[in-house]
């Protein structure tokens, strides 16, 4: 089992506990935090989206002969190394600034529910 496949299974955990919890509880920071969990493992799969395994580049021939004296060298020559996106990752570091300013929005709400109604839950809907 490569690295790869152990995090896209933890990030699949975290996210089916985050949902869970998310649906059974009622307290509403519990639902915050069950949130939080979920976007960590957003952020977890998106890392490991953004890894690049070593690749040999690519052998072309070049177009015409280099005419000036600097020192030239061939890619093939080098070795192929690990590599990663940055997309992915100013992604995550995006997600993470509006996932905890989200969580201080939602507390903030969640601590005004509780000191109109006494309680930090929702009030049930009556049918």
Same mark, same amino acid.
């Given at each position: %089992?490569?690295?790869?496949?152990?995090?896209?299974?933890?990030?699949?955990?975290? /996210?089916?506990?985050?949902?869970?919890?998310?649906?059974?509880?009622?307290?509403?920071?519990?639902?915050?935090?069950?949130?939080?969990? %979920?976007?960590?493992?957003? /952020?977890?799969?998106?890392?490991? &989206?953004?890894? $690049?395994?070593?690749?040999?580049?690519?052998?072309?021939?070049?177009?015409?002969? @280099? $005419?000036?004296?600097?020192?030239t060298v061939d890619s093939?020559?080098?070795?192929?190394?690990?590599?990663?996106?940055?997309?992915?990752?100013?992604?995550?570091?995006?997600? &993470?600034?509006?996932? /905890?300013?989200?969580? @201080?929005?939602?507390?903030?709400?969640?601590? $005004?529910?509780?000191?109109?109604?006494?309680e930090a839950r929702l009030p049930?809907?009556?049918?």
């Amino acid at each position: %089992m490569t690295a790869q496949a152990i995090y896209l299974t933890a990030a699949l955990l975290l /996210f089916s506990l985050g949902l869970t919890a998310l649906l059974l509880t009622h307290h509403l920071i519990r639902k915050v935090l069950a949130l939080n969990v %979920m976007a960590s493992a957003v /952020f977890l799969l998106l890392v490991v &989206i953004g890894y $690049r395994p070593a690749q040999q580049p690519p052998t072309e021939p070049p177009l015409e002969p @280099a $005419r000036s004296s600097a020192v030239t060298v061939d890619s093939a020559s080098l070795p192929p190394k690990d590599g990663t996106d940055p997309v992915p990752h100013a992604l995550v570091l995006t997600g &993470i600034v509006v996932s /905890f300013s989200a969580s @201080a929005l939602a507390v903030a709400l969640s601590r $005004r529910v509780h000191a109109v109604t006494g309680e930090a839950r929702l009030p049930e809907e009556q049918a």
